[in-house]
């Protein structure tokens, strides 16, 4: 019963960790940027809240088989498969949380100062270096609130990681799939058990969320 819960707290925070990576310039592009096209890309990047989780998940399943341009890849660069392993839910956790990193993000960085950005270029700042003295040190409340969301909503992840993971004990089994196979062999005691303990860490996860959005 504890592994799963390990298991999900450890996608969870290397979730956490990594999208910033992605959904930080996204963000940047999203809330600066003028070019043709990008109202596609923010459907795009929106795309995994409103898809069916199944759907998505069908959908990485293709990408990451062996065959999928992803996975074959992969397994060409690491002679390791993507589908099936931790590896592969954590990318499928990146893309399925992607948006809920971006939006908050997005949200900060249109709230700055725009004399800011103007007094970086007066400077001769480049839009790398503002992007990282300026911007980034200015939004640090939303982008804790991206995190925070991001691993809340990590620790709770089923169909995706499910479709791309299935069930394997120690590598892909998280909280909510051993939720899920516990409720269906009758074990409730050991469903309630796995509930509660995520239930203190989801109702903190909205407290800080909530306590950030009282400072701004």
């Known amino acids: 019963m504890l592994e799963p819960l390990v298991l999900s707290a450890k996608l969870a925070l290397i979730t956490t960790l990594l999208i910033p990576l992605a959904a930080a310039p996204l ?3 999203l809330a600066f940027r003028r070019f043709p096209g990008k109202s596609l890309l923010d459907a795009l990047v929106s795309l995994p809240m409103v898809l069916p989780p199944t759907v998505l998940g069908f959908a990485l399943l293709l990408a990451m088989r062996p065959q999928g341009a992803l996975g074959g890849t992969w397994e060409s660069l ?7 392993s931790f590896t592969g839910i954590v990318l499928a956790s990146l893309v ?4 809920f990193a971006v939006q908050p993000l997005r949200t900060a960085f249109e709230k700055l100062d725009p004399r800011l ?3 970086s270029a007066v400077l001769g700042l480049s839009p ?3 992007f990282f ?5 200015c939004s640090l409340p939303g982008l804790a609130a991206a995190s925070v969301l991001v691993f809340a909503h990590s620790l709770g992840e089923f169909g995706v990681i499910l479709m791309v993971g299935g069930s394997i004990p120690g590598s892909t089994k998280v ?5 899920y196979e516990a409720v269906e062999a009758m074990r409730y005691n050991d469903a309630l058990m796995i509930c509660l303990a995520l239930v203190p860490v989801s109702f903190a996860a ?3 969320i909530n306590s950030m959005n009282g400072r701004r």
């Not at 399925?96 to 948006?99: C, H, T």
Request: hydrophobic share 60%; net charge positive; charged share 10%.
């Open 206 to 208: 909205l407290v800080a």
């Open 96 to 99: 399925y949380n992607l948006p």
């Open 175 to 179: 909280a909510a799939i051993a939720i």
């Open 117 to 119: 950005l103007e007094a």
């Open 133 to 137: 003295r300026v911007v980034l040190p």
């Open 128 to 130: 790398l270096r503002t």
């Open 27 to 29: 963000a940047y592009v």
């Open 78 to 84: 690491t002679g390791q498969r993507l589908v099936f």
